[in-house]
T-cell receptor, first 115, second 113 residues
Framework: EAGVAQSPRYKIIEKRQSVAFWCNPISGHATLYWYQQILGQGPKLLIQ????????DSQLPKDRFSAERLKGVDSTLKIQPAKLEDSAVYLC?????????????FGPGTRLTVL | RKEVEQDPGPFNVPEGATVAFNCTYSNSASQSFFWYRQDCRKEPKLLMS???SGNEDGRFTAQLNRASQYISLLIRDSKLSDSATYLC??????????????FGKGTHLIIQP
């Protein structure tokens, strides 16, 4: 089965610009996550969706970050405006069910550099 | 105090040796525990789940000590291909279905020929 797809793979922008990332989870996976991984750190959860509803966005910097999953399949994560400290890899992950027992599968990530 | 703490290394280990990693977690309500492996510039991938009874998968053995809030990973007969960053991960299931993973910083392992 195809894995989690993300695009673009790389993005370079200047601070104060806007950027959007796209994720297509594994087919049939109800739960989708966005994580931020800063160099030298482990991934940090930004937001979790179950189908098209937000389950947890407690760590999402809502003044500049937004995410949506309108039809319960694909998702987009947006940063507006970007800051230097947003330079990181943005990982999308998906899981089959809506309970926690299934494995989360990660996409290859989008590497963002903010200049 | 960080939620999941692990020694970042690097651990430089000769091929064939046994190496052990540990991590500690701060939230006693954590319910699931994992080791993930992450290769350079790649996404994390699940290596194994961790249980109190201990579990083994080939050369890899993981152990959980809930009383001490301590998780370990043992790699026997290490191979060059084991070189990677090993991420200690915990999961606390909150109300409403929130179950995002909490990762440590990772331990960098280098197996030397």
């Amino acid at each position: 089965e195809a894995g989690v797809a993300q695009s673009p793979r790389y993005k370079i922008i200047e601070k104060r610009q806007s950027v959007a990332f796209w994720c297509n989870p594994i087919s049939g996976h109800a739960t989708l996550y966005w994580y931020q991984q800063i160099l030298g750190q482990g991934p940090k959860l930004l937001i979790q969706f179950q189908n098209n509803g937000v389950v947890d966005d407690s760590q999402l910097p809502k003044d500049r970050f937004s995410a949506e999953r309108l039809k319960g399949v694909d998702s987009t994560l947006k940063i507006q405006p970007a800051k230097l400290e947003d330079s990181a890899v943005y990982l999308c992950a998906s899981r089959r069910g809506t309970s926690g027992s299934n494995e989360q599968f990660f996409g290859p990530g989008t590497r963002l550099t903010v200049l | 105090r960080k939620e999941v703490e692990q020694d970042p290394g690097p651990f430089n280990v000769p091929e064939g040796a046994t190496v052990a990693f540990n991590c500690t977690y701060s939230n006693s309500a954590s319910q699931s525990f994992f080791w993930y492996r992450q290769d350079c510039r790649k996404e994390p991938k699940l290596l194994m789940s961790v249980y109190s009874s201990g579990n083994e998968d080939g050369r890899f053995t993981a152990q959980l000590n809930r009383a001490s809030q301590y998780i370990s990973l043992l790699i026997r007969d290490s191979k060059l291909s084991d070189s990677a960053t090993y991420l200690c991960v915990v999961n606390m299931y909150s109300g409403g279905g929130a179950d995002g993973l909490t990762f440590g910083k990772g331990t960098h392992l280098i197996i030397q020929p």
